[in-house]
T-cell receptor
Framework: DAKTTQPPSMDCAEGRAANLPCNHSTISGNEYVYWYRQIHSQGPQYIIH???NNETNEMASLIITEDRKSSTLILPHATLRDTAVYYCIASQGGSEKLVFGKGTKLTVNP | NAGVMQNPRHLVRRRGQEARLRCSPM?????VYWYRQLPEEGLKFMVY????????ESGMPKERFSAEFPKEGPSILRIQQVVRGDSAAYFC????????????FGSGTQLSVL
């Protein structure tokens, strides 16, 4: 599975959009990009995933560049409850192949 | 629709004792995954099971660790003769299918070895 690179930490003001970047320059054509988050002491929570096209759901939007070497997770209106570690994972699936790195610790400030 | 249920939430064991961690997947899910998270680190895959079968145990330590998912009842992660290095959060996840399927995680079991 492709390795992903994320900034270790980011800050965002409450009510503003949080844009979390992820680089996956070695991603292969059949690998999906998954995003999960982990709020302190809780189990990870699935956010969104995509292959080529941009995706949106009730939680977030996922923007994947045309060359698929990077992506951005967008939380449109961040709240304090969005403070968490966000993991970007590239995987061709079988769910057992999800490899969690250290992620980005997002802190939403009042 | 209950989520993935793990128990106990906290487990304290002395060195040399056995630890049993239980995981009930979401209703309708037949795929179970165990992950371990050491302090200040990311989650590490341990094992993937379907009902009565171990599919992938490439992340399991070779000794003292075992997992099962019987036809009836929860999945069990068993750690024999625990050592202090086993202290970690153990998370279970389940999915309905295998490929490119989002995982639903439980709240985890925090194992502390004294």
């Amino acid at each position: 599975d492709a390795k992903t690179t994320q900034p270790p930490s980011m800050d965002c003001a409450e009510g503003r959009a949080a844009n979390l970047p992820c680089n996956h320059s070695t991603i292969s054509g059949n690998e999906y990009v998954y995003w999960y988050r982990q709020i302190h002491s809780q189990g990870p929570q699935y956010i969104i995933h995509g292959l080529k096209n941009n995706e949106t759901n009730e939680m977030a939007s996922l923007i994947i560049t045309e060359d698929r070497k990077s992506s951005t997770l967008i939380l449109p209106h961040a709240t304090l409850r969005d403070t968490a570690v966000y993991y970007c994972i590239a995987s061709q699936g079988g769910s057992e192949k999800l490899v969690f790195g250290k992620g980005t610790k997002l802190t939403v400030n009042p | 629709n209950a989520g993935v249920m793990q128990n106990p939430r906290h487990l304290v064991r002395r060195r040399g004792q056995e630890a049993r961690l239980r995981c009930s997947p979401m209703k309708g899910h037949s795929h179970v995954y165990w992950y371990r998270q050491l302090p200040e680190e990311g989650l590490k895959f341990m094992v993937y099971l379907q009902k009565e079968n171990i599919i992938d145990e490439s992340g399991m330590p070779k000794e003292r660790f075992s997992a099962e998912f019987p036809k009836e009842g929860p999945s069990i992660l068993r750690i024999q003769q625990v050592v202090r290095g086993d202290s970690a959060a153990y998370f279970c996840a389940s999915s309905q299918q295998r490929t490119n399927e989002k995982l639903f995680f439980g709240s985890g079991t925090q194992l502390s070895v004294l």
